[in-house]
């Protein structure tokens, strides 16, 4: 049998981002073959993808892809922040992005079946994506995306990597680009007070009419303070009623207008938004453990 070096731990390890003792288990398999070695700690990296797939992924990146007037916006979720700073995860979620723009996609499933090649990983981006769930050692999943491909212009902009903006316009590109950093700090939800969805609006007028019943004012006035908070709510959450953040003084739509610039749309994405994290209780988790260590002594 072949002796296992040091030195041939350390290439493979180097070559898969497996753990030590992995590596020297399978080259000692494999009786030293660098390649079989590969390829074994790549069936087993496979199945830790397969115990990963049940974790909980709140962590990310938001990453864009624009190419003329077709661009997409997309969501790759991770276990935990470390691993948003992984190249090879970002190689994966900036491939994927250029992967729904070129492709149009129907669905995250879709997405998956597209042919590409990363770390040795492939041949589709399901592929990759489970391959480096098991090189990485953490959960990660495509979330979300969304496709533009019309006669509009497109400008993107990212805050770090946890937040994406993508907007659809006709006119001044500074003037675009400003409108997705805005979108990015003041977060609206439509571009018009009429276009915001009925479900909030109807949650807004709930909480505003609990509050005037509060107040114990007479039925007319408290009708009209309702109403008056509404409005206010609408205002506040459509991109073109609000104050633009680089400029106290004027709206969105009035900045628009001055620039002789239309947004036809935006999509924002935050990472983890809506995903119910898992909050771990240490003190609760060691608490169980020393009360089981308890029973069985």
């Known amino acids: 049998m072949a002796a ?106 879709a997405l998956g079946a597209l042919a590409y090649e990363q770390d040795s990983f492939g041949p ?30 497109l400008a993107s902009y990212l805050h770090g990597t946890r937040i994406g903006v993508l907007v659809e316009f006709d006119g001044d590109e500074t003037a675009a680009k400003d ?39 007479p039925a007319d006035i408290a009708t009209k303070m309702v109403e008056g908070s509404v409005q206010k709510y609408l205002k506040e959450v459509s991109l073109f009623n609000q104050t633009f953040v680089k400029n106290d003084k004027q709206t969105v739509e009035q900045m628009l207008k001055a620039a002789n610039t239309n947004v036809a749309s935006f999509t924002l994405y935050v990472v983890g938004e809506g995903i119910e994290k898992k909050v771990d209780d240490f003190a609760a988790e060691v608490a169980a453990q020393v009360a089981a260590a308890k029973q069985t002594a």
């Open 4 to 109: 296992i070096t040091a030195s041939m731990v350390a290439e493979l390890r180097a070559k898969t981002d497996a753990p030590m003792m992995e590596c020297k288990k399978a080259l000692t398999e494999a009786e030293g073959d660098m390649a079989k070695a590969e390829e074994l700690l790549r069936v087993k990296l496979g199945s830790k993808a397969g115990k990963a797939s049940s974790r909980v992924t709140a962590e990310g990146v938001v990453t864009s892809f624009i190419s003329g007037n077709t661009g997409a916006l997309l969501e790759v979720n991770c276990e935990t922040d470390f691993v948003t700073k992984n190249d090879s995860f970002l190689a994966l979620a900036q491939a994927a992005a250029k992967l729904v723009a070129e492709h149009n996609p129907a669905s995250i499933e």
């Open 124 to 153: 589709t981006l399901e592929d990759v994506r489970k391959g480096l769930i098991g090189k990485i050692g953490e959960n990660m999943s495509f979330r979300r995306f969304k496709r533009f491909d019309g006669a509009h212009k």
């Open 179 to 217: 409108v997705a950093m805005h979108v990015a700090a003041m977060k609206p939800v439509a571009l018009t007070s009429a276009d915001v969805p009925a479900d909030l609006i109807e949650k807004e007028r709930s909480v505003a009419a609990a509050k005037a019943a509060e107040s114990g004012k």
